[in-house]
């Protein structure tokens, strides 16, 4: 069930808000919470029934390894530190069967010119996100710095249906409180409100600019076999927006959901386009995830070493960085994606402190937005070829021309042209035009307008914004466009 379907806008989410806050004003608060875990896991299991029963054993796996650590005695056979491991290598191998096997017997039989059959494993919807935050659960609790004794409150901890798919990864610490606090038990209308908002800002940016910008990018990097100078960029751009908006709206709607419980998931998403360097842009892209990394990856590399140095200090973040691609899918693709940023991140605190020149933030930020653009098109491609066609074209290697397919898709996309006849050069350079002021309006919204986050501090409920939500919501509903052929990006990871 995606969040941008008329099932989950007009039917689940409104059904589980009155029933739940029905069931809290009737004092049944533990059959609130049970309700609110079922209804997750049955939004869970619209995608595929069949994952249901894996991330319900993950769940009683990690709480029984959890509860173990939260004891504060040790036990004979089997220390805390083993459990955690035990508990840390069942997430990780839970993982790497289901998102990693095939990949490594693909690269184990090219290596080794073996035949060994591929699995062709489905990967189950969400257990990246899932298995990171149960993760962070087992040594938060290995730290004595998070308790649970009660399974119904775990679950609810890892199911909570707003951040289950696609994050952000939250900590137990996060969440629990904003359940057991009883002000939260009642409708807040103020949160209803803004939750409604800006769960209508992501449906919009989602529906109308991300999937707009989407039917670009396919077309460049799927159905185009040679991009000329034009088409490369407007391929390389569009997908790097789509993916902006496309996860910008996800946030959004996310965080949105979640305020009609009352509940303020943690910020994951913050103009990171604005960045005027790599190491800003890990700060404001996937906010969750870095800090997820930062923590229990880099730290525990970087506290590995005897003798701490700057040099290694820089292997841990490229490695991490790596990381990071890899745990965004199993594909060479992501991997170099992730290999950039490294270097990229290295590159930045290598200038800082060994030439101590700051950069006029024009040219910072130009520099970081072309190293992010470059980096998407690897991010975005299937295979190496795709990434190198996308390259090639936008280095000039095959001209400027504007080919008919991209000629008949801008033109289709454009809403006047069925009113404006024109052929040849004359079409050439109005689709152009149109192309280019469409990417203008992509930076300008990412880099004029204020984030979401701040409406969530700032709110006050006008009718200017009860009149965008009732826009939005109209727009979207006749919209005529397959919605279920539109999925989150993230989803897939």
Known sequence: ML?????????FLP?????????????????????LVVSSLFFYSWWNIIYLPLILCSMLFNYLIGTLLTKDKEYKKVSKKKLLFIGIIGNVGLLGYFKYTDFFIENINLALSLEIPMLNLAL?????????????????????????????????????????IAG??????????????????VKSYKNIALGIFIFSIGLFKKVVIADTFAIWATQGFDNTEILTFFEAWATSLSYTFQLYFDFSGYTDMAIGAALLFNIKLPINFNSPYKSTSLIQVWERWHITLSKFVNMYIFKPIVKSYKHYTFS?????IFVSMVIIGLWHGASWMFVFFGAIHGVGIVVNHIWKRKVKVKLHYIIGWFLTFNIINISMIFFRAKEWEDAVKVLKGMVGFNGAAISTE?????????????????TGSEMNTFISVYTFEMIIVGFILVLLFENSNKLRDTFNF???KTLFIIVTLVFFYFLNIDINESPFIYFNF
């Open 15 to 35: 059904i589980t808000f009155f029933i739940y806050f029905y069931l809290n004003k009737k004092r049944l608060v533990r059959a609130s919470k049970g309700f």
């Open 3 to 11: 969040f941008n379907s008329y099932e989950f806008i007009f039917i």
């Open 168 to 185: 952000p990864i939250v900590h137990h610490k996060e969440m629990m409180p904003q359940f057991a606090s009883k002000w939260n038990l």
């Open 462 to 464: 006008e009718l200017s």
């Open 312 to 316: 290694k200090g820089m292997i841990a």
């Open 406 to 422: 991209f000629a008949n898709l801008i033109n289709w996309l454009n809403p006047l042209s069925a009113y404006i006849k024109l």
């Open 124 to 164: 189950p919807l969400a257990i990246s996100f899932f298995t990171f935050q149960q993760i962070a659960y087992l040594v938060d609790s290995y730290r004595g710095e998070t308790k649970e004794y009660d399974f119904l409150n775990y679950a609810l901890f890892v199911t909570f249906f707003p951040q289950l």
